[in-house]
């Protein structure tokens, strides 16, 4: 984009997911009823694993763990959108807008890694049963747990610091809900192939990098099981399935709107995959493990009944 001027934005204009007015309460409604129930069920699975002696166990530590990094993800952004939703003006301060990408990218690059980690719990529980728990022991899932978030924060300051090079001139309206990579590449007047090249190449191996790891550790994980009996494969896949659920709703949705080349990019498009990955994987995360998981239920109806009797 050409700058038409020599005054420096100090502000954006969020464009949002819709620019009739008559959409705008109904979408209030339903991304308030999403958002809290996100934070109810991420409450929920931090709640359950801390005081259930049961679920003390290295998965449930993950899961855990990734509950606190989804109620910080959906956090990021849809506050900002309700309130948007519901008022007149629809701006966002320019380091605010910073701020905000800049914790979008460390909450989401540290659910990407830490879906990986699970990957790896689920690779050693059922191909390693007798090493698990010395495997995968409090250290290690610790060590783990913050790798990712180091990582995460280090991706984030490199891309933040790239897009701060840049200028940013006359036209300041973002065709989006929340300040995102690309709406910001595009309305920037500066040339951005050096962003460019950084998203592909490191953001490549960040983000695809453990995609890769998760396909080689379920390729491994379905060569160990077919060997089980059939009573066994059904238990391994019960256990897996909840995870590859994750996955496909995760790196479908941001392999769809990063990696592409930025002449191609639609901003409908991107708001739509965005709502799938900032809004509907972390409300949906918790669920889909509770609901599908005896031992998550059996801790949520042992927490009921102790709640019922001990008025």
Known sequence: MDCENGTDIVEFVLLGLSTQPEH?????????????????????????????????????????????????????????????????????????????????????????????????????????????????????????????????????????????????????????FFCDHEPLLQLSCSDTSINETAIFFEGGLIILGPFVFIIVTYARIVAAVIKFSSSGRRKAFSTCGSHLTMVVLLYGAIIGVYFQPASSYSAQRGAVFAVMYTVITPMSNPYIYSLRNKDVKGALRHLLRKRVFSQ
């Open 24 to 176: 705008q309460p109904l979408f209030f409604l339903i991304f308030l009823l999403m958002y809290l129930a996100g934070l109810l069920g991420n409450t929920m699975m931090i709640v359950l694993i801390t005081l259930d002696s049961r679920l003390q166990t290295p998965m449930y530590f993950l899961l855990r763990s990734l509950s606190v990094v989804d109620m910080g993800f959906i956090s990021v952004t849809v506050p900002q959108m309700l309130a948007h939703l519901i008022s007149s003006s629809k701006t966002i301060p320019f380091y605010s807008c910073m701020a905000q990408f800049f914790f979008f990218y460390v909450f989401g690059v540290t659910d990407l890694l830490m879906v990986s980690v699970m990957a790896l719990d689920r690779y050693v529980a059922i191909c390693n049963p007798l090493h698990y728990v010395a495997v995968m022991n409090q250290k290690v899932c610790g060590n783990l747990v913050a790798g990712c978030w180091i990582v995460s924060t280090l991706h984030s300051m490199l891309h933040s610091g790239l897009l701060l090079r840049l200028s940013y001139q006359g036209n300041n309206h973002l065709s989006h």
